[in-house]
C-alpha cells in the first residue's frame, strides 16, 4: 500500500497521460477532427479539447468529473477548455463535474457542428469534412495559419501541463482519488445487491 502512493509510483503514470499524451494533441501540426458519437468523460474530454473541429451526435455529452474524483484539471483542459468554451462553462465543467449537453457545447463554440442521428453520423461527418476542407484550400497555407494561431496556445500548455501533472501526483500520494474510487466501487456493489 505505501508503494500506491509514492511519488515514483505514480510520476512516470502521470507523465504519460498528463504531460506525453496531452502534448501530442495539443500541439499536433496537422488538422485534428473529433467526432463524437456518444458522452466523453474525463481525461478524453479533456483531449479532445484540443481538436481544431469537433463534430458530435445530438445526444453526446461532456464530463469531467475531475474534482469529484479528488483529482485536479489534467490533460491540458485548465487552459483548453477556457479557451473553447469559455471562463463561466469551464468553471461548470471543471470545478462543479458538470455533464454538458452538446446543445450547450455547440452554443459556446466548443461543438462546430451537431448532427441528427446515429444511422449515418460518420457518413455525414466525412461529407461535411469533403465539402468544407476541398480543393479551394491551400494545404501548406492552412497548416501554416494552425501553426500561427496554436503558437501562444501550445506555449501556454507547456507551462501549464506540469502544474496540471503535479497537482495530481500530490493527490494520489495523499491517497484521495483512491479513497473515492474506493468509495464509488462500494456504493456500486451495494446498489446491486
Known amino acids: 500500500m505505501e508503494e500506491m502512493l509514492s511519488r515514483p509510483h505514480w510520476l512516470p503514470k502521470l507523465v504519460n497521460n498528463n504531460i506525453d499524451v496531452a502534448r501530442a494533441f495539443y500541439s499536433h501540426s496537422k488538422i ?10 474525463g481525461l478524453t474530454a479533456a483531449l479532445i479539447s484540443h481538436s481544431d473541429f469537433i463534430y458530435a451526435v445530438s445526444d453526446a455529452w461532456l464530463m469531467t468529473p475531475f ?102 501526483l500530490d493527490r494520489f500520494c495523499q491517497g484521495i482519488p483512491q479513497a473515492k474510487m474506493g468509495e464509488a466501487l462500494s456504493k456500486s456493489k451495494a446498489s446491486r445487491l
Open 32 to 41: 485534428l477532427v473529433t467526432a463524437l458519437n456518444g458522452p466523453v468523460i
Open 67 to 168: 474534482t469529484s474524483l479528488g483529482l485536479v484539471a489534467e490533460g491540458g483542459s485548465s487552459v483548453a477548455f477556457v479557451q473553447r468554451m469559455g471562463q463561466g462553462k469551464a468553471n461548470e465543467a471543471l470545478l462543479l463535474g458538470r455533464k454538458i449537453p452538446v446543445r450547450e457545447l455547440a452554443q459556446v463554440g466548443f461543438v462546430n457542428k451537431v448532427f441528427e442521428g446515429k444511422g449515418n453520423f460518420r457518413e455525414q461527418v466525412m461529407g461535411d469534412l469533403q465539402q468544407t476542407f476541398g480543393e479551394h484550400l491551400v494545404g501548406s497555407s492552412l497548416l501554416g495559419t494552425k501553426a500561427l494561431m496554436r503558437r501562444r496556445l501550445v506555449r501556454e500548455q507547456d507551462e501549464q501541463a506540469p502544474l496540471e501533472m503535479f497537482g495530481g
